[in-house]
């Protein structure tokens, strides 16, 4: 099975500054058909079901505010949140969707201070 | 509104089955690839299976092989997860989603509000 390895378990920021959430992938998540890395992230708050923020390690979803951007390649994937807001505060998961069984990351403890 | 409702969680104990049902709503129901998601209470996310658009296909992760059982009818809209012999670290909210796409490889897009199923004697 493919191991999803997030760092940190928990972060603070400050408004106005940037949150940066790493990932890693125990292999290539690159799908030769579409050129593109099979990673998503999500966001999740308390008592609410995961919201699709990325998909492709790169691709916002409809909706998703621009403050929100994935990048990365192969094995290594970010999710960074410019100017994070209030609203932001929630647990965040990468998500390997190239394989069986599908696998997410530990999770990610936003906070704003 | 695309919309996934599930329902039929409970308490059983351990050993005992449960049958889960997902409703699904504006959208082509028979061209997406579906899964069931489960988060234990206070944990992660972990998926448990997934299930073509015909139904011909069928994943599963290895804590749930022989015990569950993904299906789907495509006439009435409407997902399932049938879990048998039923573990305590079964115990979970179970989601259903739908992938973005007919592709196997496409993420998970929508999600439902998730049922609770609790194992326990």
Redesign the interface.
């Known amino acids: ?1 493919i191991v999803m390895t997030q760092s940190p378990d928990s972060l603070a920021v400050s408004l106005g500054e940037r949150a940066t959430i790493n990932c890693k992938s125990s292999q290539s998540l690159f ?1 030769s058909s579409n050129n593109k890395d ?1 990673v ?1 992230w ?1 966001q ?1 708050k308390p008592g609410q ?4 923020l990325i ?2 390690a790169s691709t916002r ?1 409809s909706g998703v505010p621009d403050r929100f951007s994935g990048s990365g390649s192969g094995t290594d994937f970010t999710l960074t949140i410019n100017n994070p807001q209030p609203e932001d505060v929630a647990v965040y ?1 990468c ?1 390997q ?2 394989t ?8 990610t403890k936003v906070e704003i201070k | 509104e695309v919309r996934l409702v599930e329902s039929g969680g409970g308490l059983v104990q351990p050993g005992g089955s449960l049958r889960l049902s997902c409703a699904a709503s504006e959208f082509t129901f028979d061209s997406y690839w579906l ?1 069931w998601v489960r988060q234990a209470p206070g944990k ?4 448990v299976a ?1 299930i073509n658009q015909d139904g011909s296909a069928k ?4 804590s749930v092989k022989g015990r569950f059982s993904i299906s789907r009818d495509n006439a009435n809209n409407s997902l399932y997860l049938q879990m048998n012999s039923l573990r305590v670290e079964d115990t979970a909210v179970y ?1 259903c989603a739908r992938h ?1 796409s007919g592709w196997f ?5 929508i ?4 049922t609770l199923a609790t194992v326990s004697s």
């Open positions: 099975d799908y099979c998503a999500y999740q079901p995961p919201k699709l998909y492709w979803q998961y998500q969707h190239y069986t069984p599908w696998t997410f990351g530990q999770g | 899964s992660g996310l972990e998926w997934n994943y599963y992760v290895d989601y973005s490889v496409a993420p998970i897009d999600w439902g509000q998730g």
